[in-house]
């Protein structure tokens, strides 16, 4: 889940030197590891990171996937079809107490954050499509958390990993006019480097990548926690996410990044008057659309499973 608690100017005010016609926004993405079980102490973390970017200057920091509550990298859960072990079940229970609600008190505390620069919180995105054993331990969102937020740094918006592999979804943000597209991932593999500069080229928007950079003594060790299949092969120092967060502007032009080294913060000044430039070239949903051929409907709705026709009745009675 990507949560937005953002607004602008987000932390200190910096003068780019750019025409108001025209504004330059301070952009950083963190690549940094979980501290993992432990969410009060990665909410700690987060604070300190938070400050230090904005130490930089930076109206925008964007964390990697599941920052707060752990990427359960190189974990099966125990599963197999058809068998689910305890050891297996207990370690979901762990990781599901180290999950957030949104909103909740940490969710409060990650606005109390942004509120010291400026910011608040504006809304979430919930991952739509969880990959691969992912579906196991995380549900899935829906059309009503894929929002773009209208800030006065720009329309910000995210998809999360492999999601952003998904075209339908990125034409319905670019739909929203996306400006400042955020892309948490798990995915420090050299080929995604690629999907974020086609994202960036496809959307013309600013695409901000983030990931974490973590070695296999940032998890708890075995027994408690295993990398399924690799444990035998890993040191405490073994890298077991590389990194690879990027800025990428609506160019193709790579503005900082990919970083494999560690634990980094990533910026770059986004000068926003690039997007009318690259659109001028290709707009996917504008001047290079046929919507006569083809269209995209989206159901951006909430989802529920259970709806109880007496409260829908109290709802319609109470706008008589």
Same mark, same amino acid.
């Given at each position: 889940?990507?949560?937005?608690?953002?607004?602008?100017?987000?932390?200190?005010?910096?003068?780019?030197?750019?025409?108001?016609?025209?504004?330059?926004?301070?952009? /950083?993405?963190?690549? %940094?590891?979980? +501290?993992?079980?432990?969410?009060?102490? &990665?909410? @700690?973390?987060? $604070?300190?990171?938070? !400050?230090?970017?904005?130490?930089?200057?930076?109206?925008?920091?964007?964390?990697?996937?599941?920052?707060?509550?752990?990427?359960?990298?190189?974990?099966?859960?125990?599963?197999?079809?058809?068998?689910?072990?305890?050891?297996?079940?207990?370690?979901?229970?762990?990781?599901?107490?180290?999950?957030?609600?949104?909103?909740?008190?940490?969710?409060?505390?990650?606005?109390?954050?942004?509120?010291?620069?400026?910011?608040?919180?504006?809304?979430?995105?919930?991952?739509?499509?969880?990959?691969?054993?992912?579906?196991?331990?995380?549900?899935?969102?829906?059309?009503?958390?894929?929002?773009?937020?209208?800030?006065?740094?720009?329309?910000?918006?995210?998809?999360?990993?492999?999601?952003?592999?998904?075209?339908?979804?990125? /034409?319905?943000?670019? %739909?929203?006019? +996306?400006?400042?597209?955020?892309?948490? &991932?798990? @995915?420090?593999? $050299?080929?995604?480097? !690629?999907?974020?500069?086609?994202?960036?080229?496809?959307?013309?928007?600013?695409?901000?990548?983030?990931?974490?950079?973590?070695?296999?003594?940032?998890?708890?060790?075995?027994?408690?926690?295993?990398?399924?299949?690799?444990?035998?092969?890993?040191?405490?120092?073994?890298?077991?996410?590389?990194?690879?967060?990027?800025?990428?502007?609506?160019?193709?032009?790579?503005?900082?990044?990919?970083?494999?080294?560690?634990?980094?913060?990533?910026?770059?000044?986004?000068?926003?008057?690039?997007?009318?430039?690259?659109?001028?070239?290709?707009?996917?949903?504008?001047?290079?659309?046929?919507?006569?051929?083809?269209?995209?409907?989206?159901?951006?709705?909430?989802?529920?499973?259970?709806?109880?026709?007496?409260?829908?009745?109290?709802?319609?009675?109470?706008?008589?």
């Amino acid at each position: 889940m990507a949560i937005v608690a953002s607004d602008a100017p987000l932390f200190a005010e910096v003068d780019m030197g750019a025409d108001s016609s025209a504004p330059t926004v301070r952009a /950083t993405v963190v690549q %940094a590891s979980t +501290i993992f079980y432990d969410t009060p102490a &990665t909410l @700690d973390k987060a $604070e300190r990171l938070l !400050a230090e970017a904005a130490g930089y200057g930076s109206q925008l920091v964007v964390f990697p996937e599941a920052f707060i509550g752990g990427y359960p990298r190189g974990s099966n859960f125990g599963v197999t079809i058809g068998n689910r072990t305890a050891k297996g079940k207990e370690e979901f229970r762990k990781y599901h107490a180290s999950a957030i609600d949104v909103p909740g008190p940490e969710v409060e505390r990650l606005a109390a954050m942004a509120g010291k620069y400026k910011g608040h919180f504006l809304g979430k995105h919930r991952k739509i499509m969880p990959t691969a054993l992912e579906r196991i331990i995380w549900g899935f969102g829906d059309g009503s958390t894929i929002p773009v937020f209208e800030t006065p740094i720009g329309k910000i918006g995210a998809a999360i990993c492999w999601e952003n592999r998904m075209p339908l979804l990125r /034409t319905a943000m670019y %739909a929203k006019g +996306i400006e400042i597209y955020c892309a948490p &991932t798990a @995915d420090s593999r $050299e080929v995604w480097q !690629a999907s974020m500069t086609h994202i960036a080229l496809e959307g013309g928007c600013f695409v901000l990548s983030a990931n974490q950079f973590c070695r296999r003594k940032d998890y708890p060790p075995p027994p408690e926690y295993e990398f399924s299949g690799t444990e035998q092969d890993l040191t405490p120092d073994s890298i077991v996410c590389a990194g690879g967060s990027v800025i990428i502007s609506p160019s193709g032009s790579v503005l900082a990044g990919p970083n494999y080294d560690g634990e980094a913060l990533i910026s770059a000044d986004l000068d926003l008057g690039e997007i009318a430039r690259a659109k001028f070239d290709f707009d996917v949903v504008g001047h290079y659309s046929r919507p006569e051929v083809l269209s995209l409907v989206v159901r951006d709705h909430p989802a529920t499973p259970v709806t109880f026709t007496s409260a829908s009745a109290k709802t319609e009675g109470s706008h008589k």
